[in-house]
């Protein structure tokens, strides 16, 4: 069945550091991918989104590359914040996962002023 | 102009007592969830609801009842409440699309504590 594995946190960082966060997936056809973050306290929020191979999806900083040769999603800042602090989980949904989206296990992250 | 809420924000109860969490969508959407997530952030989709019509229900207990009066809202009771309940409930909303299914809007959250 479709699947999703992010690398485990938690992951600290110094601000202005560059933050990658490894994202894989395994599906059936071709899945639409996505970036969740969840704020301390809040719910989940679509943080960017790509439908098709090679799309890039960005915002408020954050990129990634839909990469169907690794099957990889991989999220990406230049220059993180101490606002970043949040927990990142990737997501896929595809036809095979019957109106389901199937989320990664999440990843901490925390930056340090 | 809230998309997706829910109500309570936090619900402390006793072993055995019965709850309810309500959700409620302005998005006009036709597919609604129930999601739980431990204390370690894993999150595990419960129910899906489309335009009242269960749809998924991922080995869930039947202590929990979801309840759909209208496709803008699934309510979720839970029977007989245990201390392994104790979680943060979310709701949340999509409207598939012909390519597959949409991003999902999620509500704030539920944060249940059995005592």
């Known amino acids: 069945g479709d699947s999703v594995t992010q690398m485990e946190g938690p992951v600290t960082l110094s601000e202005e550091a560059f933050l990658t966060i490894n994202c894989t997936y395994t599906a059936t056809g071709y899945p639409s991918l996505f970036w969740y973050v969840q704020y301390p306290g809040e719910g989940l929020q679509l943080l960017l989104k790509a439908t098709k191979a090679d799309d890039k999806g960005s915002n408020k900083g954050f990129e990634a590359t839909y990469r169907k040769e690794t099957t990889s999603f991989h999220l990406e800042k230049g220059s993180v914040q101490v606002s970043d602090s949040a927990v990142y989980f990737c997501?896929?949904?595809?036809?095979?996962?019957?109106?389901?989206?199937?989320f990664g296990s999440g990843t901490r992250l925390s930056i340090r002023p | 102009d809230t998309a997706v809420s829910q109500t309570p924000k936090y619900l402390v109860t006793q072993m055995g007592n019965d709850k309810s969490i309500k959700c409620e969508q302005n998005l006009g959407h036709d597919t609604m969830y129930w999601y739980k997530q431990d204390s370690k952030k894993f999150l595990k989709i419960m129910f899906s609801y489309n335009n009242k019509e269960l749809i998924i229900n991922e080995t869930v207990p039947n202590r929990f009842s979801p309840k759909s009066p209208d496709k803008a809202h699934l309510n979720l009771h839970i029977n007989s409440l245990e201390l392994g309940d104790s979680a943060v409930y979310f709701c949340?909303?999509?409207?598939?699309?012909?390519?597959?299914?949409?991003?999902?809007?999620f509500g704030p959250g539920t944060r249940l504590t059995v005592l």
């Open positions: 997501a896929l949904s595809s036809y095979s996962s019957a109106s389901k989206i199937i």
């Open positions: 949340a909303s999509s409207q598939p699309g012909t390519s597959g299914t949409g991003e999902q809007f």
